[in-house]
C-alpha cells in the first residue's frame, strides 16, 4: 500500500514592515483626516494669540514680531501633541485597539512609528499655516528659506512635545487621567512661558522657564527666523530639545502598557 502524498495547501507570504508600516499610515491618516475638526482647532488656537499680540505692546512683551510667531506655533503644537496625541493613543488603549493591532503580524514599532509620523506631518502643518498668517499679520517678509527652516525647527519642537506626550500617555493609564493632566501641564507650559521668560515670576523662574520645553523651543524659532543673531544659546537649545526628546521617549517606551489594566 502506497501512502498518499499530502500535499499542504499554498500560503501567502508574510507582509514586510514597510508594507505593514504603509498599511497603518493610510489607516491613520484616514482616522486624522475624519476628525479633522481637532486640527482645526489646534490651528485656530495659535491665530487667536497671534491676533491678541498684534500690537506694539504684545510685541514688545513677547519680544518682538519674530519672537511672537515661534510663541505661537510652539503652542500649537504643544496643544495638538501633549492633549491631542496622548489623548488619543490613552482612548484606543483603553478600547482595545492597541490589543488588536498587537495580535496581527505588524511589529510594535510599526504601530508606534505610524502614530507617530502622522502627528509629526499635522505639526509640519499646522507650523506652516500659522508662519503664514503670522508673517501676514505681523507684516513679516519671510523668505522661502526661513520657511524651510522653520518645518525644520518644527520638526525638532514638535518631537519634544510628541515625546512628553509619549511619556504622559506611558507614565498615566487612563484616559480621564490623561485628559486631565495633559491640560494641567498644558497650562503650566503656558504660564511658564508666558510670564516666566518675561521675568514677572522671579529671575529664578525666568530661568527656570528660559531652559523648560516652552522656552528651549521658542529660542530655536527666534534663531532660526533670523540667523544673524544666532548665538551660543540657540545651539544649547537645539541640545536642549534633543535631550528633552531623549528622556520623554526613554520615559514613555519603558513604562508604556498596550492595555489599561
Given at each position: 500500500m502506497t501512502s498518499a502524498a499530502v500535499v499542504s495547501p499554498a500560503q501567502s507570504p508574510a507582509p514586510s514592515p514597510v508594507d505593514i508600516l504603509r498599511s497603518l499610515l493610510r489607516a491613520d491618516f484616514a482616522v486624522l483626516v475624519k476628525n479633522r475638526r481637532s486640527l482645526i482647532l489646534s490651528i485656530l488656537l495659535p491665530i487667536a494669540l497671534l491676533l491678541v499680540t498684534n500690537n506694539a505692546r504684545g510685541e514688545n512683551r513677547l519680544g518682538g514680531s519674530l519672537l511672537v510667531v515661534g510663541v505661537c506655533i510652539t503652542y500649537g503644537l504643544v496643544s495638538t501633541s501633549i492633549m491631542g496625541y496622548a489623548l488619543s493613543v490613552a482612548r484606543d488603549r483603553e478600547k482595545g485597539v492597541f490589543q488588536r493591532l498587537r495580535v496581527t503580524p505588524a511589529p510594535t514599532w510599526t504601530i508606534m512609528a505610524s502614530r507617530l509620523a502622522v502627528q509629526s506631518v499635522a505639526n509640519l502643518v499646522i507650523a506652516l499655516v500659522v508662519a503664514v498668517v503670522g508673517g501676514r499679520i505681523h507684516h513679516l517678509h519671510l523668505s522661502a528659506e526661513q520657511y524651510l527652516l522653520v518645518l525644520a525647527a518644527s520638526l525638532?519642537?514638535?518631537?519634544?512635545?510628541?515625546?512628553?506626550?509619549?511619556?504622559?500617555?506611558?507614565?498615566?493609564?487612563?484616559?480621564?487621567?490623561?485628559?486631565?493632566?495633559?491640560?494641567?501641564?498644558?497650562?503650566?507650559?503656558?504660564?511658564?512661558?508666558?510670564?516666566?521668560?518675561?521675568?514677572?515670576?522671579?529671575?529664578?523662574?525666568?530661568?527656570?522657564?528660559?531652559?523648560?520645553?516652552?522656552?528651549?523651543?521658542?529660542?530655536?524659532?527666534?534663531?532660526?527666523?533670523?540667523?544673524?543673531?544666532?548665538?551660543s544659546h540657540d545651539t544649547l537649545s537645539v541640545v536642549a530639545c534633543a535631550g528633552y526628546v531623549v528622556a520623554g521617549a526613554a520615559l514613555g517606551i519603558r513604562w508604556f502598557r498596550w492595555d489599561a489594566r
Open positions: 525638532l519642537s514638535g518631537a519634544v512635545f510628541l515625546a512628553i506626550g509619549q511619556a504622559l500617555v506611558g507614565l498615566v493609564r487612563s484616559a480621564d487621567s490623561v485628559n486631565s493632566a495633559g491640560r494641567i501641564l498644558y497650562l503650566c507650559l503656558v504660564f511658564l512661558g508666558l510670564l516666566g521668560l518675561e521675568g514677572s515670576l522671579g529671575a529664578t523662574m525666568q530661568s527656570v522657564a528660559l531652559w523648560s520645553p516652552v522656552g528651549v523651543t521658542m529660542s530655536l524659532y527666534a534663531g532660526v527666523l533670523d540667523l544673524s543673531r544666532w548665538s
